[in-house]
């Protein structure tokens, strides 16, 4: 069955880096468009980063433009959100989705940037 599970969350300290792995089973990662999606208390779910399977073309939000890259790593079947210069306004539940026609969330984790 299709499962998504993400770590490597945690508290940082303000200007300080975490990266995010999302790991895959059930399916091929590297044959669907991977995204990487947040929610802070109170606010809605945003979109943060995006892989397109067919070419690796990345998106990003322009609050995490410059700070935050997605990658992919087809052995492990594993997709990573590397963050850094990160900032109190980054804190939220990161949650890994996998698109295509029927959609997957993973279960999320947890990022504090707090001094």
């Known amino acids: 069955q299709v499962q998504l599970v993400e770590s490597g969350g945690g508290l940082v300290q303000p200007g300080g880096s975490l990266r995010l792995s999302c790991a895959a089973s059930g399916f091929t990662s590297s044959l669907y468009p991977m995204s990487w999606y947040r929610q802070a208390p109170g606010k809605e779910r945003e979109l943060v980063a995006r892989i397109i399977h067919t070419d690796d073309s990345t998106y990003y939000a322009d609050s995490v433009k410059g700070r935050f890259t997605i990658s992919r790593d087809n052995a492990k079947n594993t997709v990573y959100l590397q963050m850094n210069s990160l900032k109190p306004e980054d804190t939220a539940v990161y949650y890994c989705?996998?698109?295509?026609?029927?959609?997957?969330w993973g279960q999320g984790t947890q990022v504090t940037v707090s001094s």
């Open positions: 989705r996998r698109g295509g026609h029927v959609e997957y």
